[in-house]
């Protein structure tokens, strides 16, 4: 069966120069909006996934759903560090760190303001979180009115930045560093010595304690002790499952929006697809009997129409991918209602999504493609022909 | 008007393409209701707020308690006429997805303060006897399916342990902006269960004032007692507190926006391109028209009319279709968009919008139609 090659779609395509231009640019757009949701959704969710590590254990007080609901005092901290399941640090020292979180109401560069993460910290916190590093400046030193914020802090937040004077709790703390963790939740927090923290906080009792695991398998044992002690009254979580946790209920809004969005913004672009193709067949019908007449078959031609109307839509899509690279670049933040503060993110787009788009856009032109192409597959070739 | 039979008996000629036009027209202003609405509903709590309510919590942030001590305090400051408080409790029901606002508030203080709470006397008499009872919204009740007498447990996630609470009476909102998913229960009944060291704090004071003029002389004052105490204290009105929460979620409503040009832009160069298409289809028949004496203004216009009443359908089916569709169903995002509801003025806009869009689309054929040359066009007649 002889097919009726590319070129003609292709040609045909161009001839409608403006017709093809608009109806792609809008089926752009919505795989545009298709491709934004998802880098959306997915940058939030990417940020709480990766700041986690499988290797780390943290405790809270049993029933809180969050760091900031939690309490642990001095004596169950130290009894945590003292079991066996700990990996030790190179000077024989648990691997632990016993830190306290708050929350501060900060003005934004914007000049709104959010409740930003303080988190008082020791010495094996950069340990336990290899993943921080300090960028600009230097550490704080234990025991100074010093304080290191994380990028986003830094980039998003009035008068955090190395050399500011940050008013925190009463008093005035310097900014001495500025630290990255790679787009992890860290990022949008404010270290500083927890020792300092707690008097200055007015806090006697730390939030959390985080671990390493001298092996992986230690912590379903470490996990059955503790949270069977009556006096601890805390809960072990994996560090990675802690965070994905806090991730669930809006990454999970943010794609049921996207998809509700997208799939009804795909209906109104699939029916302008399919105006535009039934005018291609409109105006061709002399075209379609002379093929006919040739001898190309009812199969070659529905085949044929059907791949126009998947190249002008995958045309769009590939717009519409190129539109949505540049997304990568924004960043945003909202509030993560685990800590009752700000969380920024940067938009991840990526190949998947990309390819999602493409998919999203040929299905969008198969669906808008197919209606016409039937009509023009079996027209009746004399008719056809007879019509001027 | 004469030649409105005209313009109908073409876009009846070609009822496919007005389906398909008047579809797709209607999905986008369908969609630019629902985003407005999302928008528009995370501002309820804005439009709910009273301006003679003062809201008074910890300078650093509302995470941190004030004292119970100060309560006296603020009743004494000129100009407040009420005060009353609550926990914010944050726990959940059965599941911790089951999330909905819990409040541990003072009784009976709370209902001066709120006299949005519509409540039946014996219901109010009942809740007010009882330490252990709560009462709830009557949307959450339905969502639940609880019935008057019912205990309720709720999990504690800042209060640990399951409270279990007696369902005393179903409150009413007073008006459609205010909430009615939520759980209020005694602020002393949480108190008293309290261990030491964790007795005798709250989270937030509510103030009333006389009037609205009041509020900012009164902030500046309550803030001022306690300027320099360990617990300093900040204090706006309700509606600045709750515009505060708005601005704590970030810039959802410029990424809304953003989507709906998006979608609008779509839909309109879909539009644009099925005008031009009817319009090239019947270059002949305009030219004919022109021949027999129809002015360019009038053809214009023909051309226009037909693409403003394509556009007038697809926006009134759209936003029927959402203010049907959100229309006292009880939609809220799973708890996250309470009073989910079209606004009057949400639909006005999507049919201002849909009537921009039928100009706009109907601009470049209805001019090159008007501007057609007759000669040529006429040639095309077989």
Known sequence: MARIPLAYNLRNLAARRVSTGLTALGIALVAWVFIFTLALAGGFQAALTTTGTPENAIIIRKGSTSELMSILSRDAAGAIESQGEIAKATDGTPLAASELMVVWNLP????????????????????????????????????????????????????????????????????????????RAYDSEIWGD??????????????????????????????????????????????????????????????????????????????????TMYAA???????????????????????????????????????????????????????????????????????????????????????????????????????????? | MKFLGYVLSHLWHSKRRTFLTVSSIAVALFLFCTLRTVMTSLDASLRASDETRLVVRHAASLVFPLPLAYKARLAQVPGVVNVSFGNWFGGYYQDPKNQFTQFAVEVPSVFDLYPEILLGPAEKEAFIRERTSCIAGEALVKKYGWKVGDVIPITGTIYPGSWPLTLRGIYRAATPDASEDAIFFHWD?????????????????????????????????????????????????EKAFQAGFIQMMGNVSTLLSILGSAIIFAILLVTVNTMMMAARERTTEIAVLKTLGFRDGLVLQLVAAEAMLLSLAGGIIGCGLAYLAFHRVNFTAGGMIPNFRVLPETLVLGILLAVAMGLLSGLVPAFSAARLPISSSLRKVA
């Open chain 1, 281 to 388: 067949v409109g105006t061709r019908t002399r075209e379609i009997g002379t093929l006919r007449a040739i001898g190309f078959s009812h199969g070659a031609i529905l085949t044929s129409f059907l791949i126009e109307s998947v190249l002008l839509a995958l045309l769009g899509g590939v717009l519409g991918c190129l539109l949505a690279l540049p997304v990568r670049s924004f960043t945003t933040g909202t509030m993560s209602f685990a800590t009752f503060s700000e969380l920024a993110f940067r938009f991840q787009v990526t190949p998947g999504m990309l390819l999602a788009g493409l998919a999203f856009s040929a299905f969008m032109g198969l669906l808008g493609g197919f209606l016409p192409a039937r009509k023009a597959a079996t027209m009746p070739i004399v008719d056809s022909l007879r019509q001027a």
């Open chain 1, 194 to 275: 927890v020792e300092l923290f707690m008097p200055v906080f007015d806090r006697p009792v730390y939030q959390s304690l985080t671990l390493r695991l001298a092996e992986p398998g230690y912590l379903a044992p470490l996990k059955k002790r503790l949270e069977s002690d009556p006096r601890m009254d805390v809960e072990v979580d994996r560090e990675d499952h802690f965070y994905a946790k806090q991730s669930g209920q809006l990454s999970t809004m943010l794609r049921v929006l996207g998809l509700f969005v997208t799939s009804i913004m795909s209906l109104g672009a699939i029916f302008g697809a399919l105006n």
């Open chain 1, 108 to 183: 934004r560069k914007s000049g709104t303001t959010t409740n930003v993460v303080v988190r008082g910290v020791g010495p094996k916190s950069f340990v336990l979180r290899p993943q921080v590093k300090l960028v600009r400046g230097r550490m704080f030193r234990p025991g100074l009115d010093e304080i290191i914020v994380g990028k986003m802090v830094a980039e998003r937040f009035q008068r955090c930045d190395v050399g500011d004077r940050l008013k925190l709790a009463g008093r005035e703390w310097t900014v001495v560093g500025v630290f990255d963790s790679n787009g």
């Open chain 2, 189 to 237: 009944f949480l108190n008293e269960s309290m261990p030491e060291g964790r007795k005798n704090l709250v989270g937030i004071y509510w103030l009333k004032v006389a009037s609205p003029s009041d509020a900012p002389t009164v902030s500046a004052a309550v803030d001022q007692v306690y300027e320099n105490s360990p617990v300093p204290t900040k204090t706006e009105t």
